[in-house]
C-alpha cells in the first residue's frame, strides 16, 4: 500500500520583479508503507521545498500529495491542523524542544493538544521512552541532556502519536558524527517495526540508513538507488559514487 503518493508537484515562487523561481517541477514519486526513504540534492535543488509540501507547511502551485491515500490539499484549515499533529511526525535539525518544559512535557505535547487523559499518555509514553533509552531522561529539562538526547526526546514526540509517515529535516545536521549514528540506528529500529519514514539530508552516511534514496536536481527527481542486500557502508559508497556521477554530468554539460 502506498503511504505517500506524490503526482506532479510543482512549486513556483514569484518574485517582487516580476521573475519566477521554480523550485519544484513536476516530481512524481511514491513512498510504500513501511519503507524508509532518504532524499538527498545540492542546496536549492528543491529538497526542502518537497519536505514543506509534503508536510502540509506549504501549498504547491500545481500537483497532488496523498498521506494515507488522503488529498491532503482538500483539507480545510482546522482538518489540516488535526491531520498534521495526529498523522505525521516532525524531527527537526535544531530539535526544537521547549525549554520551559521537561523532556517528558515535550513529548507528550502532541497529547495534550488533541484531549488525552493523562492515564491514555502515561500508557503511551513509557514503553516509548524504553524503546528509545530515553526513560531517565524524562525529568530533565532540554539544557540538562546533550544533542543526540534532544533527537531521540524529538523522535519520542514525533512517535507519541503514532503518526503515519514521520519527516526528518536533515535530523542529524546539529549532530557530531556518534551521536548521529545512534540517531539513524534509532530511525533504523523503528522502521523496522513498520513506520514509514522519509527524511531530507546532506550526510551520505545518515542516507546510508534508508531503503532507498532519491535524488533531487533541479526540482526533479533525477535519480534513485536501493540499497538491497548492501551493508550500510557499500550502501554508502553507492550513494558517494551516484553523487560523483552526477556532477560529472553537470561539468560535461
Given at each position: 500500500m502506498a503511504m505517500l503518493e506524490v503526482k506532479n508537484l510543482t512549486k513556483i515562487y514569484s518574485?517582487?520583479?516580476?521573475?519566477?523561481?521554480?523550485?519544484?517541477?513536476?516530481?512524481?514519486?511514491?513512498?510504500?508503507?513501511?519503507?524508509?526513504?532518504a532524499i538527498m540534492g545540492e542546496s536549492g535543488s528543491g529538497k526542502t521545498t518537497l519536505l514543506n509540501m509534503v508536510s502540509t507547511l506549504d501549498n504547491p502551485t500545481e500537483g497532488e500529495v496523498y498521506i494515507g491515500g488522503k488529498n491532503i490539499g482538500q483539507f480545510k484549515n482546522n482538518e489540516l491542523a488535526s491531520f498534521r499533529r495526529n498523522e505525521l511526525g516532525f524531527v527537526f535539525q535544531d530539535f526544537n524542544l521547549l525549554d520551559t518544559f521537561n523532556t517528558k512535557d515535550n513529548i507528550l505535547l502532541p497529547l495534550v493538544l488533541s484531549g488525552y487523559s493523562?492515564?491514555?499518555m502515561k500508557k503511551k509514553l513509557m514503553p516509548l521512552s524504553e524503546a528509545l533509552g530515553i526513560e531517565t531522561l524524562l525529568n530533565k529539562f532540554p539544557y540538562e541532556i546533550s544533542g543526540g538526547q534532544k533527537q531521540r526526546v524529538a523522535i519520542a514526540r514525533a512517535m507519541i502519536t503514532n503518526p503515519k509517515l514521520i519527516l526528518g529535516d536533515e535530523p542529524t545536521g546539529a549532530l557530531d558524527s556518534g551521536s548521529a549514528d545512534i540517531i539513524m540506528k534509532t530511525f533504523e529500529k523503528i522502521n523496522t517495526s513498520g513506520q514509514t519514514i522519509m527524511v531530507v539530508t546532506h550526510s551520505v552516511r545518515a542516507a546510508s540508513f534508508a531503503n532507498r534514496v532519491l535524488f533531487i536536481k533541479d526540482g526533479k527527481v533525477y535519480n534513485e538507488i536501493y540499497k538491497g542486500e548492501k551493508s550500510n557502508n557499500e550502501f554508502m559508497e553507492t550513494i558517494s559514487k551516484t553523487q560523483f556521477m552526477m556532477r560529472g554530468a553537470d561539468y560535461e554539460k
Open positions: 518574485k517582487g520583479t516580476g521573475s519566477q523561481t521554480v523550485a519544484l517541477n513536476g516530481i512524481n514519486f511514491t513512498l510504500e508503507e513501511g519503507e524508509f526513504v493523562y492515564d491514555k
